[in-house]
């Protein structure tokens, strides 16, 4: 790695192997097939390896047999080499056996030829993070049991009531198509969970088909007044259909809440990549919170206190969105409400 050029005036720049005194960060630098050339006091201590011990391995011996027989280490490398950088969390091990929760982030190096001459690889130990994640994932778990028992008992009753009062059953359809989501809603809720370490593993989806679904799902009997159908290509991606549909639901979701108008929704195939766009006619959002709405916990200064609102759905839609390989853009319309759009890769098999 080069140190930045010293700057005129009293800053000098960062020292030689400055990233040797760098002791939470593990920043090691490999050759352009994995072999670790170089590393600092942190990767030492995360990893339990000296210097002189590591130096000359294959990166590889830092993660679990498993994960290097299913291919991980070199898929990692791959990633990196074709897209610039690659991030990726899971259990890693140190010398002595012991795993960690580790996030990590690839970088690729390229020559003055433009070529890939080898990686610069920075982890991070997570564990306690994922040791708080998996214990809110039991309360998840937990709860999402607790609410399906009943609201299952409920839509049974509703039927019920259905057979007997024949011809008024209108509303009561209403009622029990919002049951029937939030009876699936609490078993994706179980699901996810479970699935929550599973590899991601996509299949083939048509995006039109999960954008009706999700807005049935944050609507349900009330889409057809509140949701207006702009251009709906198929739009073919490889992903995960409940996965994405809960991130839709949450741009969905929060364009509702914010706008008492129609909303438009849009598919748009561009051959390359697939965008979901969603656009309201509400207060917006003001431009210097168009980044932050989407980190966890964050709210706009436009966001109501009161609205039950916690800042995490669209945090939530950019966890999903990014493992698909994607992104989600935030911009004002012209017409002063907000465009939230979902950009993910088109299915290369066409």
């Known amino acids: ?201 996509p299949h083939r989806i048509f995006v039109d088909d999960v954008v009706r679904g999700a807005a049935s799902l944050v609507l349900p009997g009330a889409a057809g007044n509140r949701v207006v159908y702009g251009r709906l290509d198929r739009g073919p991606v490889l992903g995960d259909e409940f996965a994405l549909r809960r991130a839709i639901a949450h741009v969905i979701e929060n364009a509702a809440k914010y706008s008492d108008d129609v909303l438009r929704l849009d598919v748009v195939d561009a051959d390359r990549t697939v965008t979901i766009r969603v656009q309201d006619r509400g207060r917006g959002i003001h431009p210097d919170d168009m980044q932050r709405v989407l980190l966890d916990g964050e709210r706009g200064r436009y966001a109501d206190v009161d609205d039950g609102g916690t800042g995490d759905g669209l945090a939530d839609a950019v966890r999903v969105v990014r493992q698909h390989r994607g992104r989600v853009e935030l911009s004002r319309a012209d017409d002063g409400g907000t465009i939230a759009e979902i950009i993910l890769p088109h299915d290369p098999r066409g």
Do not use: C
Not at 15 to 37: F, M, N, T
Not at 38 to 66: C, M, P
Not at 172 to 187: C, D, F, P, S
């Open 1 to 201: 790695m080069t140190s930045p050029q010293p700057s005129a005036g009293p800053s000098r720049g960062l020292p030689p192997h400055w990233e040797h005194q760098i002791g939470r960060v593990a920043i090691v630098k490999l050759s352009g097939d994995g072999a670790v050339i170089d590393w600092n006091e942190g990767a030492e201590h995360i990893k339990g390896w000296t210097q002189d011990e590591i130096l000359g391995q294959n990166f590889s011996v830092f993660y679990r047999d498993e994960d290097r027989r299913r291919g991980l280490p070199g898929y990692l490398l791959s990633r990196a080499r074709e897209d610039g950088s690659v991030e990726d969390a899971g259990w890693r091990v140190r010398r002595d056996g012991r795993e960690f929760w580790a996030h990590v982030t690839i970088s690729a190096i390229r020559g003055d030829d433009a070529e890939v001459v080898g990686f610069v690889k920075l982890t991070r130990d997570i564990t306690a993070d994922k040791q708080r994640e998996d214990e809110r994932a039991a309360h998840q778990r937990s709860v999402a049991h607790e609410l399906l028992s009943p609201v299952t008992a409920l839509n049974g009753y509703i039927e019920m009531i259905g057979d007997a009062l024949a011809e008024q059953t209108r509303l009561l359809r209403h009622v029990a198509r919002a049951t029937e989501n939030i009876v699936e809603m609490a078993k994706e809720m179980s699901s996810s969970v479970d699935a929550r370490d599973a590899p991601f593993a």
